[in-house]
């Protein structure tokens, strides 16, 4: 009796285990279809009767990741890492979790610990890479694609993104070399072609610059892009027939960007077709009226073609652009001198106030002289001639009463108390000194 009931135990466990596999398999079989509120219904209901297994944590954090849900499966994800916490499969997906939602230091030490796991094995090391990247580490994330690419130096992707990397941090020339070798593993990639040509261009190295583009262009040869840059390129290397031809050809496909119009403008303008010019430059002023350069060049097209009124106006409109008011500048450089005072660096913040000063002169500047006189540079006699001029160019009476003060600023009669006080202590210091002598 004892022998059939131990036999029938044993046959209903394995039975139980079995209906238990079978809920399992249909979980990851609704996850696969992307019936993902058919898979939450099925995990909940096994986790009933079996709260410790991680297979049901982790399609439950899947199904939750598909709806968007990434606070909820990240809850899940990590409750199946405590289960299991050495499956690299719940680890990648709990990285990627920590990485949607911005906590790109737990994904970070979950590649990192997976690596020195097994320092040859290329997945963590991309997602170490990865991570560093898009979380703006370059430095970190060009080590791992280093790492990576000696593993597997045939592999384009690695050195596209370690030279994408260099040239985030400021190094073009080593990012073009990289770029070079990505490129001949993968001559297909259209992207590297117009990152390749602009960084080229932005070394001024033009000829190479025109080179990627008409090897691209060979793969693609009807891509905006690589035709707008290798038009640039030419006209910085001022081939002006031949950028005018590739502007064209843009604006004749549909493209009349900004960009197109106002380089076809220069180019003619070099070429002195100014009446071209002009009709080009006229349009991409249309696009953009604050482009200082446009203006210019329109204005002298304008100019070279005898309109005089419309050439002056728009030099003038370039000269109003680069140029800041006298107000604007002389804030500017009250603000340099501010910074300078704060540093004690006293002379230069009394320069910075005199150019403030020169742009536009303004009361309360000659009582901050006066302060760095009286305070700062021991200059008695100057620090008096500042607080002077300021009393004098705001006005002020004896009597604060009816007064005509220039700003608000200046009305303050904290202000005109302190300068006249200076003053009166001043000169009573300077009448002491020089009875001692």
Request: charged content about 25%.
């Amino acid at each position: 009796m004892k022998k059939l009931i131990f036999i029938m135990g044993v046959f209903a466990s394995i039975n139980a285990f079995s209906q238990k596999q079978e809920l399992i398999q249909n979980l990851e079989l609704k996850v696969l279809k992307t019936q993902y509120d058919s898979a939450i219904i099925i995990a909940n209901q096994i986790l009933k009767t079996d709260s410790a297994n991680w297979q049901v944590y982790y399609y439950l954090g899947k199904s939750n990741q598909a709806k968007y849900k990434y606070f909820d499966a990240l809850k899940y994800f990590e409750k199946a890492n405590e289960l299991d916490s050495a499956n690299s499969v719940i680890e990648n997906a709990l990285a990627s979790t920590y990485d949607f939602i911005g906590k790109d230091e737990n994904a970070i030490q979950i590649y990192y610990s997976q690596y020195l796991r097994d320092t040859t094995k290329i997945e963590p090391i991309i997602n170490l890479a990865n991570t560093f990247r898009k979380s703006g580490e370059y430095g970190s994330a060009i080590h791992y694609y280093q790492k990576a690419s000696a593993i597997d130096p045939e592999n384009f992707y690695y050195y596209k993104q370690q030279a994408y990397c260099t040239s985030k941090i400021n190094l073009p020339q080593p990012a073009i070399y990289v770029y070079e070798i990505a490129l001949m593993l993968n001559p297909y990639d259209l992207g590297m072609y117009r990152q390749l040509a602009n960084l080229q261009n932005s070394e001024r190295f033009f000829l190479d610059a025109i080179n990627t583009c008409n090897k691209g262009l060979k793969n693609y040869p009807n891509d905006d892009q690589l035709m707008k840059i290798k038009a640039y390129a030419q006209y910085l290397n001022k081939d002006f027939d031949s950028s005018i031809v590739g502007l064209k050809k843009l604006l004749e496909l549909g493209d009349t960007s900004y960009f197109n119009l106002k380089y076809l403008g220069f180019s003619y303008f070099e070429k002195k077709f100014f009446v071209d010019a002009i009709k080009n430059l006229e349009i991409a002023r249309e696009f953009d009226d604050t482009d200082a350069e446009v203006c210019f060049f329109l204005g002298s097209a304008y100019g070279r073609s005898n309109v005089g009124k419309e050439g002056i106006l728009n030099l003038n409109r370039s000269l109003s652009l680069i140029a800041p008011s006298p107000i604007q500048l002389s804030n500017i450089y009250s603000e340099i001198a501010y910074i300078f005072r704060n540093q004690g660096k006293y002379e230069l913040a009394l320069d910075n106030l005199k150019l403030a000063y020169k742009s536009n002169a303004s009361p309360i500047l000659s009582f901050k002289m006066g302060q760095l006189y009286d305070y700062y540079l021991d200059n008695k006699k100057l620090a008096i001639d500042c607080y002077d001029a300021y009393l004098t160019m705001a006005n002020t009476p004896d009597s604060l009463s009816g007064g005509n003060l220039i700003d608000s600023f200046t009305a303050d009669p904290r202000v005109v108390e302190n300068a006249k006080e200076r003053i009166k202590l001043l000169n009573e210091d300077l009448f002491f000194e020089q009875a001692k002598e």
